[in-house]
Structures are given as C-alpha cells and as structure tokens.
C-alpha cells in the first residue's frame, strides 16, 4: 500500500474516523437533572448505534483509505472498494441523524409520557464525524484542493544527463548497453556471417532544448506504452517522484521506478522537482 497516494481529502477522513472513535466512548444520552456522577451508557451500550453508526463509518473510512493505497482498486457488488466504502459512511451519517432525532428510540413512547432523554455528547459528536467523513469521500473526486497530496513527495536526487548511467545500474533510460564483441555469436535478429541488422523502427526524437527532470502528479494517472498502444501499462500515484526523459509535443515520455517505460499523455498540473 501506497501511503503517498493519499490525499487531503482522505486525510480528513482519517481525522472523522479518529473523532468517531473518541466519540463511541462518551455519552449516550442526556439526562436534565441528572448528577454528574450517574453512569449514563456510552454508544457502545446502544446495539443500533454501534452497527449502524461506529462500525459502519469506522469500515467505510478503512475502505475508501485502503483503496486509494491500492494500485488497482477491486470491485463489490459493481462498485469500486472506494465508493463502496463511501457508500458506508453516507449510511453511517443518516443512521446518526436519525439517534440525533430519536435517541430513546421509541422507548419514550409508552403510556403518557412524552418526555425523554436528549442526544448525550458522544451521539453528537459522531454525527459530525460522519458527516464530515462522508462529505470528504463525496468531494475529494470534485475538489481540486481536497486531490493534492497529503504526504510532500522526497525531493529527489538531481537527475542523470539523458544516456548515462546512474550509480548502482538502477536501469534508468539511456543506460549503457552491453556491446557486440567482435566476431562474437550474433544476437537474435542479426543475420549470420556479420551482416547488418534490421533498421530499428524510427521513434520521435526528442526536444533539442529537452532536459529530464523529476517530477510528480496531483493524482492517479495512466501510463501507456510508446507505441501508442491504448492499454495503460502502470499507473503513476501521487506522492511519487518520476524521472521525464523526452518531450513528445504536450506529452512526456517518462521512466517508473521499476524501470517501465511510457507515455504520459495528461501532464497538467504536475510538480516539477
């Protein structure tokens, strides 16, 4: 899991999941006249509220975290883990709103008597917190200032001249290849007897002025594989500093840490290094 692909909008909720678990411990209800002293039930005392509030927000917001940490994200019943997740805490904020109004359940309902206990602190404080969990789910895809990151990227080492070799052989491109020995047993597709081999299929040359630098993505974007193919063959995350070593018009031809190689195509609004 990708902690770096995290983003301001999970942070928020991650701080509401925090708040609804602080929240289940306090009080239930609340009582006037009622000494200080009386041990009124925590949200654990109440079965509805636990199920259908506490556990229901706490697993949507591990949903939503754990699918954005994911580099592809499963399915359940259609839905991708982190609308289900969002899904979760929606139904977890209405089942609060719903205590809010009624936190005796209908037990104040029998023979004359109209009077009952209010919604204690614990109770209100986890209507915020799922409402602020559910509204952070809902608005990260939307709001460009929930999407930034949440962790800062490492800044990174400063990038090799295009075609040398970095330290260690990471398997930048332009790494040195190993050379033919002369006379030495052709490689597959060279023919017999020194002949020379078939011309490469010509590919862009890059920009003259073109320099590699690092750079990082506000959010999850394809990668698709130089010979235009419209399969994706890795997704950059954000949070994660990569290395652009040509320029191909409006897209970057750019180098994943474990050596692929591909065509960003959408480079808008990426974080130079």
């Known amino acids: 899991m990708n902690i770096r692909s995290l983003t301001r909008g999970d942070g928020v909720v991650i701080g509401a999941a925090v708040l609804l678990f602080i929240a289940s411990f306090l009080d239930l209800y609340s009582i006037d006249g009622v000494p200080d002293s009386a041990d009124l039930p925590s949200l654990w005392g109440s079965g509805a509220v636990v199920m259908g509030v506490v556990l229901a927000g706490i697993i949507g917001a591990a949903l939503v975290i754990v699918a954005r940490g994911l580099p592809q994200v499963p399915k359940v019943a259609g839905l991708d883990l982190g609308q289900f997740g969002a899904a979760f805490m929606v139904f977890a904020a209405w089942s609060a709103l719903g205590n809010i109004l009624d ?41 460009p200032a929930l999407q930034a990151a949440l962790l800062p990227a490492p800044k990174p080492a400063a990038p090799q001249p295009y075609g040398a070799q970095p330290p260690g052989g990471y398997g930048y491109p332009g790494a040195q290849q190993p050379q033919q020995p002369y006379g030495g047993q052709p490689q597959p597709g060279q023919p017999f007897g020194g002949g020379q081999p078939q011309a490469p299929t010509p590919t862009p040359a890059p920009a003259a002025d073109f ?50 190689r591909g065509v960003l195509q959408d480079t808008s609004g990426i974080q130079r290094g």
């Open 103 to 143: 936190p005796a359940g209908g037990a104040d309902n029998f023979g004359r008597s109209s009077g009952g206990p209010d919604a204690g602190v614990g109770l209100i404080l986890a209507l915020v917190a799922t409402l602020l969990m559910a509204g952070a789910a809902i608005a990260t895809p939307l709001v």
């Open 211 to 260: 320099s590699p630098f690092w750079f990082a993505v506000p959010v999850p974007r394809p990668l698709f594989a130089e010979d235009g193919s419209p399969t994706p063959i890795a997704e950059l995350a954000p949070g994660t500093w990569y290395l652009a070593v040509e320029q191909r018009g409006a897209a970057l031809v750019a180098q994943t840490q474990d050596g692929r």
